[in-house]
T-cell receptor, first 115, second 112 residues
Framework: EPEVTQTPSHQVTQMGQEVILRCVPI?????FYWYRQILGQKVEFLVS????????KSEIFDDQFSVERPDGSNFTLKIRSTKLEDSAMYFCASSGGGQKNYEQYFGPGTRLTVT | AQSVTQLGSHVSVSEGALVLLRCNYSSSVPPYLFWYVQYPNQGLQLLLKYTSAATLVKGINGFEAEFKKSETSFHLTKPSAHMSDAAEYFC??????????FGSGTKLNVKP
């Protein structure tokens, strides 16, 4: 069964550094998402991406965040200058569009630790 | 907009006892509902989903959930808890072409 993959599984970075989290969505999917889960809290929506542009973003997704689909397979989340409060598990998800667009497939997550 | 409320941040049951995890949703349009399980330091594993077909949905590991529109609920049940069921469970709601809204989670503890 096709699945969403994410790399790295764990990233440790120093405050102020830039990080790029990578995701490979399911190959024929059209909609892409990033979610965040701070330790001990619920999963929160960050951003959705369709047709090479952001379709929706939350208030968390400020100017420090950006997303990109640099080629036909990868979907990346960049944090320009990390803060301690960016430490969280980041989940990528994708969906196929059409009448089954409610089915989002989640990746295993990248745990980001900012020190 | 949609939202999910999970009643009880912690639930404790004895091994072999009934598991009942509560989820109530709010949605102005027909929702799609999901339950996920998360083990410590791991990702989200889909347990089951309601997609407007049968209201009683069976999932993996013996879990099931019933969609009750009149009660705006989608409670998760399992007849007999196993030690391996100890984890955190998240209910989520979405609609077509929309993001997921997750509940705050319920940590299930299973006592021997």
């Amino acid at each position: 069964e096709p699945e969403v993959t994410q790399t790295p599984s764990h990233q440790v970075t120093q405050m102020g550094q830039e990080v790029i989290l990578r995701c490979v969505p399911i190959s024929n999917h059209l909609y892409f998402y990033w979610y965040r889960q701070i330790l001990g809290q619920k999963v929160e929506f960050l951003v959705s991406f369709y047709n090479n542009e952001i379709s929706e973003k939350s208030e968390i997704f400020d100017d420090q965040f950006s997303v990109e689909r640099p080629d036909g397979s990868n979907f990346t989340l960049k944090i320009r200058s990390t803060k301690l409060e960016d430490s969280a598990m980041y989940f990528c998800a994708s969906s196929g569009g059409g009448q089954k667009n409610y089915e989002q497939y989640f990746g295993p997550g990248t745990r980001l630790t900012v020190t | 907009a949609q939202s999910v409320t999970q009643l009880g941040s912690h639930v404790s049951v004895s091994e072999g006892a009934l598991v009942l995890l509560r989820c109530n949703y709010s949605s102005s349009v027909p929702p799609y509902l999901f339950w996920y399980v998360q083990y410590p330091n791991q990702g989200l594993q889909l347990l089951l989903k309601y997609t407007s077909a049968a209201t009683l949905v069976k999932g993996i590991n013996g879990f099931e959930a019933e969609f009750k529109k009149s009660e705006t609920s989608f409670h998760l049940t399992k007849p007999s808890a196993h030690m391996s069921d100890a984890a955190e469970y998240f209910c989520a709601v979405t609609t077509l072409f929309n993001k997921f809204y997750f509940g705050s989670g319920t940590k299930l503890n299973v006592k021997p």
